[in-house]
């Protein structure tokens, strides 16, 4: 970012607000580096004035507690750890603070450790692991909820010197020969990583030498069978890959599940330098891949002036889920991940042009557009009365004076990224924007299906900020490039989205009215083409999301979206006699009810755009419907993308299909960090097949913002990105994918056949723990010689025991 980008958001949003200090003082003390208040609240002689804790305390509020939880979890250690306030957290753990008190799944060290990812916290975050390791005496292996230890988030972020205090922590390694000698240099996360397999993959050869020197396994595989060899070439860093071949000779024939050696994969991913060096050539001898132009995230200042509550402090109440704070997890100018130092090549642009009406106008109807703009003109300024100047547009979408022109300017971003890749000055474009847009459609609300035109609800979104690129692509653009895909993967369904889309098939509604005088029914045709007749041909729109059947309290927002498919796998129109295509994978809704009604409520007048739904339940457990959820996209979206052939792909990137988003309650599609990445990887192999890799991804929801470094949306949007920036040529191929899959199903039927095997196991241990329960009780009725109690007791043994099997 520009300095200039970086204050004017630190203007915006440097200072808190005073008037709620108090609530939370040593938080708040921990916030700002204020030490000596730290000790002034811990220490109970200072506490003065009107508070004597010499006459006995019932007064609570008085009270410090040094563990306290504020509103979004955080203890003042947190606080003081997420800020680089390694002072104040220090005082904290002389006072009592206990570092193994989680914030989001993540202990004090884990965060300490995320921090440090952030250059500008770099030092002070160093000096914060060692406190914790010395004075706090924090237990450096320790895992976080994705299994990752501080070492493993260290050496993925390339952090040598916290890598280095770290493993002083670390046993020297057991006898190699000896398999169950703990090895926690080698342990592995939930997704199979080990510390050096994340060094590797993020491309950190110093720190992937500090590992090898302590022990670390260069062949030890992920769940992929991928090596940290495979990971160093996916990290395109070729001091790891000497480092490992060094160590492991034998690494370089080593392959992943797919057959894949790191050979094959440094070719595929064009990276001729890696490739001669896997081959034991000289690298420096060939000539390097010419680089794809820096990766640029542009998110608007207006984006960051779009309030939807009262300023946010710790002490005010609940804020709405979709709120300023969402892109200051990502964009804060010291706390905001998205600052770490993988990203610094990144280039953030922070001015953006507002969409034009002629842009807006290509994707919704003018009544609509002018409705919310009004309403937003007539609430008062933000800035003289920061109070109470919000208005609503519908009960859940917040507004204030600012918001119109925020959601201009959120769509004006996707714009200019379309103007850019197209241009050839960049290829991967993230837009970081709210308010939100796949819920707009062409006359803003979008109704659940069988309900009134007119009803539905916002969703939180004003414009549709993707499908107006995608319009704007194919119509001023309409000379470089004709297809384009817009691929939605938040957990709620695109509707808005799926209605601009259609809405480019002209369509005749029928609404009905009544007045004092009459009722009827008027038909009012309606068609937004993005360019001409070929739109049905050269639009496409796929969406996963969650789906309920509206029973059992499973219900997704916006009750649309049932897993549907409206052309043939090769994107041919489907022929009325034709049977859609089969959906053989559990977990997806299958409601050919909904589907049926939607097909007759249909007024198109001609062929619509190719749309793929999948509707997924979100149910079962929750370890297992993330990879669910990759299956759905393996075995249907992603070959149905690949085969629209698009010219340019955008993404509606929301992050709340994610295991601990809340924002649809109990029920999610427990997606993780590593599906988003695997997912974009995925995309992007799609976008180097037909798009000359050009990939405009925007943000819409993703509600987990608590704990930012380690939050889950600020850390899945990081993933997201990490696999969008990435240099990697590849390309997609229906074979590989078939083969993941088939691979991917074969270990399901492994796992179900274990976990079959030991619930068989379990039970035939109970039927044998019972048989001799019984044999014992008619041993001790017959020992007994004829008493009635232990007999009777035998004697319903058997049944009880057939009533216990029958329930298991
Ligand atoms: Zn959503």
């Known amino acids: 970012g520009t300095p200039t980008s970086l204050q004017s958001l630190d203007t915006m949003f440097g200072s808190d607000d005073d008037d709620d200090v108090g609530a939370f003082p040593l938080h708040d003390a921990a916030e700002v580096g204020d030490v000596e208040m730290i000790l002034k609240l811990l220490s109970k002689e200072s506490n003065d004035g009107d508070f004597n804790p010499e006459a006995g305390s019932d007064d609570d509020d008085d009270d410090v507690d040094v563990n306290e939880r504020d509103r979004d979890g955080y203890a003042p250690l947190h606080v003081a750890l997420s800020n680089g306030q390694t002072e104040c957290a220090k005082a904290l753990v002389e006072h009592g603070a206990e570092w193994f008190i989680t914030l989001e799944g993540s202990n004090a060290l884990h965060i300490a450790v995320s921090t440090a990812a952030i250059p500008h916290f770099a030092e002070q975050s160093l000096a914060a692991v060692s406190m914790l390791l010395e004075v706090a005496e924090a237990d450096a292996l320790v895992a976080d909820d994705y299994g990752k230890s501080a070492l493993h988030l260290a050496a993925g972020a390339g952090l040598v010197p916290v890598v280095e205090r770290l493993l002083r922590e670390y046993p020297e390694a057991g006898a190699p020969e000896d398999p169950d000698a703990p090895d926690p240099i080698n ?9 050096l397999f994340h060094a590797c993959h993020g491309g950190h050869g110093a720190a992937a030498k500090a590992l090898i020197a302590r022990g670390a396994r260069p062949g030890k595989p992920n769940k992929a069978g991928q090596t940290a060899l495979h990971a160093a070439v996916i990290g395109r860093d070729q001091a790891c890959a000497s480092a490992l071949m060094a160590a492991d000779a034998e690494l370089v024939h080593a392959t992943c599940h797919i057959g894949k050696t790191a050979l094959d994969m440094a070719v595929a991913r064009g990276d001729p330098q890696m490739a001669a060096l896997l081959r034991g050539e000289d690298p420096s001898a060939i000539e390097a891949a010419p680089p794809a132009p820096p990766p640029v995230i542009i998110a608007p200042d207006e984006c960051f002036m779009h309030h ?61 557009v002018r409705k919310i703009q009004r309403i937003c003109e007539r609430i008062p300024d933000w800035n003289t009365s920061p109070r109470g100047a919000l208005g609503t547009i519908d009960g859940d979408t917040e507004v204030c004076h600012n918001s119109f022109s925020a959601a201009l300017c959120a769509a004006g971003a996707v714009v200019e990224a379309v103007d850019r890749v197209v241009a050839g000055s960049a290829e991967k474009v993230f837009c970081a924007v709210r308010p939100p847009g796949h819920h707009a459609g062409p006359n803003g609300p979008v109704p659940a299906p069988g309900d009134p035109v007119g009803t539905g609800s916002h969703g939180f979104c004003l414009l549709n900020n993707v499908a107006l690129g995608a319009a704007y692509a194919r119509c001023v653009h309409r000379h470089s490039l004709r297809r384009v895909a817009i691929i939605d993967f938040d957990v709620h369904h695109g509707n808005g989205t799926e209605a601009v889309v259609q809405n480019t098939t002209p369509a005749a509604p029928k609404f009905q009215f009544s007045t004092p005088y009459c009722d009827g029914a008027i038909v009012v045709p309606t ?9 049905h041909d050269e639009v496409f729109f796929a969406s996963v999301h969650g789906y309920g059947r509206r029973r059992e309290g499973v219900h997704f927002y916006p009750g649309s979206g049932p897993t549907a498919d409206n052309r043939n796998f090769d994107g041919r129109e489907m022929l009325e006699t034709e049977e859609p295509p089969a959906w053989p994978e559990e977990g997806i809704v299958d409601d050919p009810f909904s589907v049926a009604q939607a097909k007759d409520d249909s007024t198109a007048q001609g062929p619509l755009p190719w749309v793929v739904d999948v509707g997924m339940e979100g149910l079962g457990k929750r370890a297992e419907r993330g990879a669910a959820w990759r299956r759905v996209w393996r075995g ?15 993404i509606s990137a929301g992050f709340d299909a994610h295991a601990k988003d809340e924002i649809q309650g109990p029920v999610n599609l427990g997606v993780k960090e590593a599906d988003y990445e695997w997912l974009t990887e995925e995309l992007c192999k799609i976008a180097n097949t037909h798009s000359q890799g050009r990939v405009i991804s925007v943000l819409e929801g993703g509600y987990r913002i608590q704990g930012g470094v380690v939050s889950a949306f600020g850390r ?50 109970a039927r044998a723990r019972e048989e001799a329960a019984i044999l014992a009780a008619q041993k001790a009725a017959a020992a007994n010689g004829g008493d009635e109690e232990a007999a009777a007791a035998a004697a319903a043994a058997p049944a009880a025991a057939a009533a216990r099997r029958a329930a298991t």
């Open 187 to 195: 342990a592995r996360d939930k997704y199979g990583w080990t510390p």
């Open 308 to 368: 939807t509550c009262p300023p946010i402090s710790r002490a005010s109440p609940d804020p709405p889920p979709e709120n300023v704070d969402r892109l200051q997890t990502l964009l804060h100018p010291t706390r905001g991940i998205l600052r770490s130092g993988e990203f610094e090549n990144v280039d953030i642009v922070s001015e953006v042009r507002p969409a034009t009406m002629a842009d807006v106008l290509r994707v919704h109807e003018y009544p609509y």
């Open 527 to 535: 068609y937004r083409p993005w360019l001409d007749e070929t739109d």
């Open 636 to 650: 249907k979206t992603l070959p149905a993308i690949a085969a629209f052939k698009p010219d340019l792909i955008l």
């Open 716 to 765: 899945s949007v990081a993933a997201h990105l990490r696999a969008m920036f990435r240099e990697n040529k590849e390309t997609w191929s229906a074979e590989a994918c078939q083969k993941e899959l088939d691979h991917e199903l074969k270990q399901r039927r492994m796992q179900k056949e274990a976990q079959e095997a030991a619930r068989a196991a379990a039970m035939e241990a």
